[in-house]
Nanobody
Framework: QVQLVESGGDSVQAGGSLRLSCAAS????????MGWFRQAPGKEREGVAS????????YYVESVEGRFTISLDRAKNTVHLQMNSLKPEDTAMYYC????????????????????????WGQGTQVTVSS
């Protein structure tokens, strides 16, 4: 059974940094897609970043590109999201998601970061950025 457990959420001042972690169990990365999503109160869930575990290539939405970095720790079966230069608009619940057996195209192609592509989700970790 695949399980994802996020950690690292906190309250920080604008301009600060946080590192989120998502520990995966029940499967090894192999060729799969890992994604980070977020949902702010009253807003729809949005994809933030994804990474194809087969080659480590990543994709970022424009609003976080240059500030966030998604990375893999294969030894620990963990995916990280390093978030720098945080803004109040980054405040949200952040979720890790996994699509096991995904292809490079499904992970990073035209339909990247579609929630329906991901079968497994974590419980979320709260990030609050104050101005």
């Amino acid at each position: 059974q695949v399980q994802l457990v996020e950690s690292g959420g906190d309250s920080v001042q604008a301009g600060g940094s946080l590192r989120l972690s998502c520990a995966a169990s029940g499967y090894t990365f192999g060729s799969s897609c890992m994604g980070w999503f977020r949902q702010a109160p009253g807003k729809e869930r949005e994809g933030v970043a994804s990474i194809y575990t087969g080659d480590g290539v990543a994709y970022y939405v424009e609003s976080v590109e240059g500030r966030f970095t998604i990375s893999l720790d294969r030894a620990k079966n963990t995916v990280h999201l390093q978030m720098n230069s945080l803004k109040p608009e980054d405040t949200a619940m952040y979720y890790c998601a996994a699509a096991t057996g995904a292809t490079w195209y499904s992970c990073l192609g035209q339909n990247r970061l579609r929630g329906a592509n991901f079968a497994y989700w974590g419980q979320g970790t709260q990030v609050t950025v104050s101005s």
